[in-house]
């Protein structure tokens, strides 16, 4: 139990290990569990160890909440969306994983940075699966209303994309394991839009069912989350470039979800 008299919350913290009663009745449930990845590993690589772990987590926590909603935060993480839907057998809109805010927030400094504002008026939307295939869209892009493309030059843009992509892995290399801070903020986050019922704009991984003509593949999209999950998809209009991208980063999603098929057969 943690409460803090010094920073003034309140907040009760139980902590247990693998004793899922205590976790009954939950309105909402945070997945994190598997390994992280360690320098040269793509996020791909855990499949096979965090599957099973991602399996029967979700099982044993849909057992003692049967009306959670949950956010996976284990990699890879689209796929682990897919293992967690499964397992779960719940509706779309209440398992869903967490990957956007954390892209975004990257994509969001590294902006913020070389224009020197701050990223608090930076706005931005990012799609597609949470890997390099990931889809950042400048047309939708703007520091406090301006287009970030009459702020920034095009070279330059190109690079903080790219060095998006790869932020995770920028981490990695140098910390010697998968971030931590940023993807647990990030998913506070999402947590709160669901227990205040905000109405939240976020691209968070869900299952698409016909969306950006897009079916049975998991990728981020914009979506309002509230009290019953995402409640609704944003279809943004795309262009054929774009839309281009985005096909590539769900065939990408795809051969995973793939693999992780053979392993469950
Ligand atoms: C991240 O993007 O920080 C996480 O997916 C962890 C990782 O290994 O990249």
């Known amino acids: 139990m943690a409460e803090s008299p010094i920073d003034l919350y309140d907040t009760r913290t139980v902590g247990v290990?693998?004793?899922?009663?205590k976790t009954a009745g939950s309105s909402v449930v945070v997945i994190t569990s598997g390994l992280p990845r360690k320098p040269g590993m793509t996020r791909d690589d855990l499949i096979e160890t965090n599957a099973g772990i991602v399996k029967s987590v979700t099982e044993q926590v849909v057992a003692q909440s049967p009306d959670a909603i949950i956010i996976i935060v284990s990699n890879p993480l689209d796929v682990m969306t897919y293992q967690a839907h499964?397992?779960?057998?719940?509706?779309?809109?209440?398992v869903m994983g967490m990957a956007g805010i954390l892209d975004t927030a990257r994509y969001r400094a590294?902006?913020?940075e070389e224009l020197n504002v701050s990223p608090k008026d930076i706005q931005?939307?990012?799609?597609?699966?949470?890997g390099d295939t990931m889809v950042p869209l400048p047309r939708y892009t703007t520091v406090a209303g301006i287009p970030v493309?009459?702020?920034?030059?095009?070279d330059k843009l190109d690079a903080i994309i790219e060095r998006t992509k790869f932020g995770g892995g920028e981490l990695v290399k140098l910390m010697?394991?998968?971030?931590?801070?940023a993807p647990g903020s990030a998913a506070a986050q999402m947590v709160e839009a669901i227990v205040r019922d905000q109405k939240r704009v976020f691209p968070v991984c869900i299952k698409l069912e016909g969306e950006y003509g897009i079916s049975d593949c998991y990728l981020g999209?914009?979506?309002v989350l509230g009290k019953n999950g995402v409640e609704k998809v944003?279809?943004?209009k795309l262009t054929e470039e774009e839309m281009v991208s985005l096909r590539t980063s769900r065939d990408h999603v795809i051969e995973v979800m793939n693999v992780l098929d053979k392993l469950s057969q």
């Open 17 to 21: 290990t693998g004793d899922y009663s």
């Open 86 to 94: 499964i397992s779960s057998k719940f509706p779309r809109t209440r």
């Open 124 to 130: 931005a939307v990012l799609m597609g699966g949470h």
């Open 221 to 223: 999209v914009p979506v």
């Open 176 to 181: 010697g394991t998968s971030a931590w801070y």
């Open 149 to 154: 493309t009459e702020l920034i030059d095009a």
């Open 110 to 112: 590294f902006l913020a």
């Open 234 to 236: 944003i279809e943004l």
